[in-house]
Structures are given as C-alpha cells and as structure tokens.
C-alpha cells in the first residue's frame, strides 16, 4: 500500500516536470475560459537561433477582441515572434517586437488555417489565411531571432515566461501547429503541412499549464 502511494506521488511529481513527447494527431487543444493562467508551453526539438521561419496552425475561436494565437518570447523581447489578432480577420505579426499588420476580411465562426513565414535577409513576411494570401511586408530585416525561447499558446507573454493578460488571451481550440527553420511555398502549405522540424503536432513536446483540455478534434 505503501509502496503503492509513494508510486502514485512519483508519478504525479514526474509527469509534474517532465514534458514528454506526444501525439496529438487527431485532438486539438481547447483553451474553454478567458484567464491569465492556461496554457501550453512548446519546446521545439531542435534549440536553434533563426534566420527563416515556416509557422502554421489551425485555431477555432469566437473571439471578437484581440487575442495571441502563437507567442515566442526571448530573454531580451517579450514579442520574438508574435502571432496576434488585432480584430477578425486582422492578423498582426511582430518580429522582434517590431510589428507589420495584415489586414483580411472577417471569417465568422469558422476555423482558420494560418501559415506565416520570414525570411531575414529580405525583411519579407507573408502571411496565408485559409488558402489565400493576404500580403507580404518587410519587418526587421537582417534580424537573427533568438534561440532560448519560450513558446506559448493561450496567452500572450509580456516577459519572458509571463506578463499575462486575460484580455489577450486566447479562447477556443488550436491543432497541428507546425513550426520551420525555413521558407516554404505557402500556397502548398495550405493545402498539404508536412511535419514541422521545430514542432510537429505528432511528436509535441509540450507542457500544459491551468484549464486546458485535449481532445479529438471536431474541424478537419
Ligand atoms: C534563409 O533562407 C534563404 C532563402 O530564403 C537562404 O538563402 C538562407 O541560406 C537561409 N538561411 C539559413 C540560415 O538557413
Ligand atoms: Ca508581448
């Protein structure tokens, strides 16, 4: 009995610091309430400082106010990589806490697949919203972005692992998001996401913080 209980503990105190590696092909993760404490922290399989960069993801929300849907923050800037909702349909996407702005039109009610990339040595960025194109602007280039990273979905980090705001936090779901040390071809991005070699949804290694629940997804 004994023995029983201390396993139990160990187990608890295990999967408490451990962030192992998991599946999540089919399941998305549900953000169910506004707050300043759920979220989910991604460790990237490799640790690498970037030059370019590939990030999709796919998020449902009925959100009419600005929300984080993927905060990278470094030691030195809280908005490494930031990708922000300033309204429905306009995505903002900050470098290095410079930001640039694009502006689409409202999707109501529907799931979004958003692919965004940089490339440094042109500054460009561009952004995909469900198969289209919603622009390419130039922001901070010839920037290295930061290698030490935090990664959070949920909430939006003013500091380096913290500085929430309920009213940027994120409520829905996001699935398969995909993350890229380099540039792809967006317009085969949206149709086909390959496995991120950063962070792939069927090999996430991730860390859940408060009110998040998993479960198999409802959108393709
Ligand atoms: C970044 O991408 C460009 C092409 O888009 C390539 O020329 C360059 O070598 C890449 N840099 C790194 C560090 O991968
Ligand atoms: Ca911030």
Not at 108 to 116: D, F, G, L, R, S
Request: charged share 20%; glycine share 8%; hydrophobic share 40%.
């Amino acid at each position: 009995m004994k023995t029983l209980l201390l396993g139990t503990l160990l187990l608890a105190f295990l999967s408490e610091v451990a962030s192992l590696p998991g599946d999540l092909r089919g399941k998305s993760l549900i953000f169910p309430q506004e707050s300043t404490t759920a979220y989910v922290s991604l460790i990237p399989k490799v640790k690498k400082s970037l030059s370019n960069f590939t990030l999709c993801m796919k998020a449902f929300t009925d959100l009419k106010r600005t929300y984080s849907l993927f905060s990278y923050s470094t030691r030195s800037r809280d908005n490494e990589i930031l990708l922000f909702v300033n309204a429905p349909g306009v995505y903002m996407l900050y470098i290095a806490n410079s930001a640039v702005t694009f502006n689409g039109p409202p999707v109501a009610y529907a799931p979004i697949h958003v692919c965004v990339s940089w490339e440094s040595a042109s500054g460009i960025a561009e952004l995909w919203v469900n198969g289209k194109p919603l622009g390419r602007k130039g922001v901070r280039k010839g920037y290295i972005l930061g290698a030490e990273a935090k990664i959070f979905l949920g909430q939006e980090q003013d500091s380096f692992g913290g500085g929430f705001d309920a009213k940027q936090s994120f409520v829905g779901e996001i699935w398969e998001v995909s993350l890229w040390d380099k540039i792809f071809y967006l317009k085969n991005m949206c149709a086909y996401c390959p496995s991120g070699n950063l962070l792939t949804w069927h090999n996430l290694i991730h860390r859940d913080y408060g009110y998040v629940v998993t479960k198999p997804r409802v959108w393709a």
